[in-house]
């Protein structure tokens, strides 16, 4: 063999495109800019402030409320907790609209966007077990035994399997019916002992 | 891109820029990407080693140095290194080592597959300082020089383990060849 066949053969190995979650993986992990930190914490300053400047104009409620409770404490008081209350609803409006919780749980991408539809994860351990209730999906793994996973290979239609394993392609004439609903996947496990498994 | 550019791109980057940031991404991940999937085999964890490369790239402690070395090439060095922990780390759990194939391909070119999988295959049986170098050569078309400031290793040493795993697959390889093929026919 000379280089240049070689070459040809080596370059018959391609790689695939890594998935959209890459971006969207390294784009959440960028730190925070300081520029946004201080917008943020400018504007929850003003909200106090204009929380502030706003119950002020509420002195007269606050006097009625004193009214209301005649054993409950002084002006002041009343005063006082309603500029507090005030603004912790403020605050908590602010941070509902400023604010970034952080994610638990798996994220889902629907035709590479991210979707704000429920994942429900069922079970513990290794393997996949999602419910997806907005589009009525469930995917799973299937799992052999040893904890080897049982891998889609390729399709059964009527009386037909077709699969790819390790480069190679298999194709088994059943000679029956084996599906009625046409195609449905197939997967293979590769595990030695198999035989023991049903001996 | 210019050094100076990408210099300014990964300070706004540093600073929370996140159009700084995609930018670099945009420019670099798809090499790195290929370079940690024909090393670890597996897209899952080379799109862990390429994410983990861009963060650490990202913090303050991050040992790139503008003056030594292009931005490529230590994201290669990075890449290179996350992959062979990544290995190191399977081979003392499982052991199980994957044979990097694009399934893409459809069933009527279960050949190039088959092709694909021997070439993965025989590369990965080559030592790992032959697999890195000529990984980096033949897919990345990356010049010797670069290889080897890349690895901290002379240039001669670089032609070497070039020669030599090249060599290696041609034998391993030899079936795969028009003239290996008349003489399976």
Known sequence: MNDKELDAILNTWEAPNPSPALREAVREGLPHAPQRHGSRWLA???????????????????????????????????????????????????????????????????????????????????????????????????????????????????????????????????????????????????????????? | MESGTEQNLLQKARNGDERALMRLFEDHHIPLFRFAWRLTGRSADAEDIVQECFLGLLRPSSAFDPRRTSLRTYLYGAVRNQAWKQLRRREDSDGDMPVAVDHRSPESETLRAEREAAVARAIRQLPDTQQEVLILAQYEQMPLADIAGLLGIELGAVKSRLQRGRAALKDALADYAPAGKERQA
């Open chain 1, 44 to 199: 929850v300053a003003a909200a106090i402030f204009v929380t502030g400047i706003l119950s002020m104009g509420f002195i007269p409620t606050g006097h009625a409320q004193l009214a209301d409770h005649p054993g409950g404490g002084s002006f002041f008081d009343g005063f006082a907790q309603n500029i507090s209350e005030r603004h912790l609803r403020f605050a908590l409006w602010l941070h509902s609209l400023f604010g970034e919780a952080p994610q638990q749980g798996p994220r889902l991408y629907i035709d590479n966007v991210k979707s704000k539809a429920a994942v429900e994860k069922f079970g513990e351990g290794t393997g996949v077990h999602y419910y997806l209730p907005a589009q009525n999906i469930y995917v799973l793994t299937l799992p052999g035994p040893n904890g080897q996973a049982l891998k889609p290979a390729g399709t059964v239609n009527g009386s037909l399997v077709v699969f790819t394993w390790q480069g190679k392609s298999y194709h088994i004439d059943a000679r029956e019916q084996l599906t009625d609903d046409g195609e449905q996947p197939v997967y293979v496990l590769s595990y030695a002992d198999f035989r023991k498994l049903h001996s």
